[in-house]
């Protein structure tokens, strides 16, 4: 439920603009391949799914909320 209010607290910053651009609030692990995604996104990922260096490491412009 946080990891949902935090990505719904995003999208409320930017009102009155609109996300027009990939938005998953919870990302299924089935799914995680999608941070691959060119485009821009918001997508919340539980820490059980990935671990926090591999993501620091491969992905350094994701912001992580703990």
């Not at 209010?5 to 990939?22: R, Y």
């Not at 671990?51 to 994701?62: A, K, Q, S, T, V």
């Amino acid at each position: 439920m946080l990891l949902f209010s935090i990505c719904e607290g995003l999208m409320n910053l930017i009102f009155p603009f609109k996300w027009l651009h990939t938005y998953i609030p919870i990302l299924p692990r089935e799914q995680i391949d999608y941070l691959d995604s060119p485009t821009p996104y918001v997508m919340g990922v539980l820490s059980s799914y990935v671990d926090y260096e591999y993501l620091r490491e491969n992905y350094p412009i994701i912001l992580f909320a703990m």
